[in-house]
């Protein structure tokens, strides 16, 4: 029974400075504003992988999913992202982003680049209710997001 209680402590012990440890690496204004931009592009790709496997048949096509997702493209699209594309968080700054510098550097591009998206998201979020809106419309959705990548993205 004590070596049980033993073996539970440590394994306490060990998943409490796991987690201590990686949240840590969240504190900076820095790392909370990668993590931010990283959570955020992962909700694109979540809504646009709902979407793509509609638009190539590998799920069948279901109106109230698909403007589900097309909504919520568009709302991530058309929020704020100004306080997680923050000085000191490029590639070449900070471990773990894959924003290049030049996005801190020519913002008015990057704006337009992201401006683009939320016109294209917005479309899609008014055309998903048939399979051939968001047929037509992931093209340009895809389109704004690779211009943005593009230009401002490491390869991983």
């Not at 991530?76 to 590639?91: C, E």
Request: net charge negative; hydrophobic share 50%.
């Amino acid at each position: 029974m004590k070596s049980t209680r033993n073996i539970l402590l440590g394994l306490t012990t060990a998943a409490l400075t796991a987690g201590m440890v990686f949240a840590g690496s969240h504190t900076t204004p820095e790392g909370q504003a990668v993590a931010a931009r990283q959570a955020h592009m992962d909700l694109y790709q979540f809504n646009l992988g709902i979407l793509g496997n509609m638009a190539k048949g590998a799920v069948e096509f279901d109106e109230a999913v698909a403007m589900g997702a097309a909504k919520d493209l568009a709302a991530l699209a058309n929020m704020s992202q100004a306080s997680y594309w923050i000085a000191g968080t490029s590639s070449t700054d900070i471990e773990g982003s894959r924003a290049l510098a030049a996005a801190f550097t020519d913002m008015d591009d990057a704006v337009a680049k992201s401006m683009a998206l939320a016109e294209a998201a917005n479309a899609m979020a008014e055309a998903a209710g048939t399979l051939d809106g968001v047929k037509a419309n992931l093209g340009k959705v895809g389109g704004a997001c690779g211009a943005c990548h593009k230009a401002y993205r490491a390869p991983s």
